[in-house]
């Protein structure tokens, strides 16, 4: 049986003040810091050791391994980068509150940009510094791949090729994975894996810094629960077997 771990990274600046975030590379609070430790802690009481790890660009997923490594004593453990397992993009609500936001454009309306499965926000212009265009991190990709905003579908349409091209192989080779990533691309992730339907999948939220355990038959889910047990949200359905 293959093992892999989805953990989204802990409570970030952002996430404290109520804004959408996306692809702004917002540091973790304290509270997050302490959430990514108390990962690594529980994934080694569990037994888990993974032969290799993939995140994002953004640092509150990439400091949620670091320090859930060095909870498990790991910190050698192959890391890989991968700008496509990114936040969802919020387009022009990138860095607005979320209640304020409410207040000017309506709860109906703010509600279809958060959770519908194929509308996007309005997109951000090519020329606002929000724009991926301007980070030098993505400086050797095609400007045609960086999103001026996103929905959870074209979230989807990126992490998919990363999933098939770089994680799956891992899977079938009978590698242990370990994903640290952020809510949407983690839905996504977890849409592939259950095959779960379009209106489904945004009943889904994955908790901050608290690790899914996934245990497959080859690519097929046959278990998966919350190590933190008093933080868990609801399951995503797994195949009777």
């Known amino acids: 049986m293959t093992r892999l771990v989805l ?6 600046q952002w996430n404290l003040e109520n804004r959408f ?24 009481a569990e037994g888990f050791a993974p032969d290799i790890v993939f995140t994002s660009y953004l640092k509150r997923a990439i400091r949620t391994v670091w320090l859930g490594l060095e909870a498990m004593d790991r910190v050698w453990t192959p890391v890989i980068n991968d700008w496509r397992l990114n936040e969802r993009h ?105 095959d779960v339907s379009d209106g489904d999948i945004l009943k889904v939220e994955v908790p901050t810094g608290n690790p899914l355990l996934i245990e497959l038959d080859g690519l097929t889910p046959v278990s998966a629960r919350y190590l933190d047990e008093a933080r868990a949200e609801a399951l995503p359905p797994c195949p009777a077997r």
């Open 7 to 12: 953990t989204r990274h802990g409570q970030s």
């Open 90 to 194: 919020y387009g022009a609500l990138t860095g607005l509150n979320k209640a304020e936001t409410v207040a000017a454009h309506g709860e109906d309306q703010v509600l279809v940009w958060r959770r519908s499965f194929d509308v996007p926000p309005p997109p951000l212009d090519p020329s606002d510094e929000r724009h991926p265009s301007h980070d030098p991190r993505y400086a050797g990709l095609d400007p045609a791949l960086l999103p001026a905003t996103e929905s959870l579908k074209e979230t989807l349409v990126r992490v998919q090729p990363c999933f098939d091209t770089h994680i799956a192989p891992r899977l079938k080779g009978g590698e242990s994975v370990l994903i640290s990533a952020h809510g949407n691309s983690l839905r996504a992730l977890v849409k592939i894996l259950f």
């Open 21 to 44: 975030t996306g692809w702004v590379d917002v540091n973790l609070t304290e509270r997050g810091e302490g959430e990514a430790r108390r990962g690594g802690e529980l994934m080694k």
